[in-house]
């Protein structure tokens, strides 16, 4: 049972131009949620995170967006630069719960086109 | 700050052989993790150490892995014997603590497994 989807496998953006990277969970008690950025041969480093209690948390270019009631989160790059060009793995948690265990997405491959 | 290390960064092995990945964590982070990625997925937690006690194995394969984590620092996971689906890349990461302010986990390079 996948708890969390990333439904777009890839996506390809021009430089300057806005990304849009989306997730998806189906388990309620997910209260924490998490991007890693991943390049080719290297491990996840972590971007952003978002807790329940807000809707929005920006950093600079990169923003994520939460919406609970539809179980769905975004994370967006503005403006995208080529060396935004990794996967993207969207995570999430159960905050103080027992294990704090992530779980990932399948992750979205995102290229930036000069 | 230097972070996780793994070695060893490549390893080629025949089925039903047996292989050992090591990893050190950031020094004071409590929380290790071993993760399986396999090729396409996202990153599968096999286990998760506090300290040197296991916090959560429930996905680790127990017939055929084995993880320790002594004196609560560097931590070793073994497969034997190793089947073909456990070609994957295996990766660490450890976290400051479970349950307090950070939940970020920091992650190694990963050990990329072929198994032939």
């Known amino acids: 049972d996948q708890q969390v989807k990333q439904n777009s496998p890839s996506l390809s953006v021009q430089e300057g131009r806005i990304s849009i990277l989306n997730c998806d969970y189906t388990?309620?008690?997910?209260?924490?949620f998490l991007w890693y950025k991943k390049y080719p041969a290297e491990g996840p480093t972590f971007l952003i995170s978002?807790?329940?209690?807000?809707d929005k948390n920006e950093d600079g270019r990169f923003t994520v967006f939460l919406n609970k009631s539809a179980k769905h989160l975004s994370l967006h790059i503005v403006p995208s630069q080529p060396g935004d060009s990794a996967v993207y793995f969207c995570?999430?948690?159960?905050?103080?719960?027992?294990?704090?265990?992530?779980?990932f997405g399948t992750g979205t491959l995102l290229a930036v086109q000069p | 700050e230097a972070g996780v290390a793994q070695s060893p960064r490549y390893k080629i092995i025949e089925k039903r052989q047996s292989v050992a990945f090591w990893c050190n964590p950031i020094?004071?982070?409590?929380?290790l993790y071993w993760y399986q990625q396999i090729l396409g997925q996202g990153p599968k937690l096999l286990i998760q150490?506090?300290?040197?006690?296991?916090?959560?194995d429930s996905q680790l394969p127990k017939d055929r892995f084995s993880a320790e984590r002594l004196k609560g620092v560097d931590s070793t996971l073994k497969i034997q014997p190793a089947k073909l689906e456990d070609s994957a890349v295996y990766l660490c990461?450890?976290?400051?603590?479970?349950?307090?302010?950070?939940?970020?986990?920091?992650f190694g390079q990963g050990t990329r497994l072929t198994v032939v």
């Open positions: 990461a450890s976290s400051l603590g479970q349950g307090v302010v950070n939940t970020e986990a920091f």
């Open positions: 388990n309620s008690m997910f209260d924490y």
């Open positions: 978002i807790s329940s209690i807000k």
């Open positions: 995570a999430a948690t159960t905050y103080g719960g027992a294990t704090n265990k992530l779980i």
């Open positions: 020094s004071g982070h409590a929380t």
């Open positions: 150490f506090q300290n040197n006690g296991v916090v959560d």
